[in-house]
């Protein structure tokens, strides 16, 4: 259903786009991270009528965005920094009745800064 890709290794300071294709319409798309020995945690979702949210610890530095008409979402990511170290995975799911859902998941792709 969901496909991630861009994942990498990236010194600190550096970016890196991350890209995800899903196989149909997806009312509200995310993307999550998760450490060793950390919880899963919200990066940044957007919605198909645009409206976007952060979490406080990537504002400024990622950017989400999606292209409606071919079902793909991108998470843009600049001044990357070590403690962003995590595997990351696009999620989707929703409608605009009950607002934002995961229902599915990718496999993730890994992002290392060092």
């Known amino acids: 259903q969901l496909v991630e890709s861009g994942g990498g290794a990236v010194q600190a300071g550096g970016s890196l786009t991350l890209s995800c294709a899903a196989s149909d319409y997806t009312y509200c798309v995310a993307w999550f991270r998760q450490a060793p020995g950390n919880d899963r945690e919200r990066v940044a979702q957007?919605?198909?009528?645009?409206?976007?949210e952060y979490a406080d610890f990537v504002k400024g530095r990622f950017t989400i965005s999606r292209t409606n008409a071919k079902n793909t979402h991108a998470l843009q990511m600049t001044s990357l920094q070590p403690e962003d170290t995590a595997m990351y995975y696009c999620?989707?799911?929703?409608?605009?009745?009950?607002?934002?859902?995961?229902?599915?998941w990718g496999q993730g792709t890994q992002v290392t800064v060092s």
């Open positions: 999620t989707g799911g929703g409608s605009m009745f009950r607002g934002c859902e995961y229902d599915y």
């Open positions: 957007i919605t198909s009528d645009g409206v976007r």
